[in-house]
């Protein structure tokens, strides 16, 4: 746990860089989707938008490989409810959906 004490304060980021960067390692990595729960959680409470996310997932997918993007897209996708990718029509999935 030492590796973590202090790692946000050290760093000198903003609260949201922060936490987008730790998303962006997990991808890279390929951490299973709990893993995400933490730090997305805390983005969300920061109120960090999905489109943040988004935007570090397309950012970093030249660097880290589509396939492994995509399969973190759809594990946070399925950890908070959150369409990250776009659908192949590029339509909405909901889109005529009644509720």
């Known amino acids: 746990m030492r590796m973590t004490d202090g790692a946000y ?26 893993s995400y729960l933490l730090n997305l959680g805390a983005a969300e409470d920061i109120g960090v938008p999905p489109a943040r996310i988004q935007g ?21 996708g399925d950890a908070f409810g959150l369409h990250l990718l776009p659908l192949p029509d590029g ?9």
Not at 56 to 76: D, K, N
Not at 91 to 99: K, S
């Open 9 to 34: 304060e050290q760093s000198g980021l903003d609260p949201e860089t922060y936490l987008l960067t730790r998303i962006a390692a997990l991808v890279a990595m390929g951490a299973a989707p709990a």
């Open 56 to 76: 570090t997932l397309v950012a970093i997918a030249p660097v880290v490989g589509s396939a492994r993007v995509v399969t973190a897209a759809h594990g946070i």
């Open 91 to 99: 339509g909405d999935e909901d889109e005529g959906a009644t509720t």
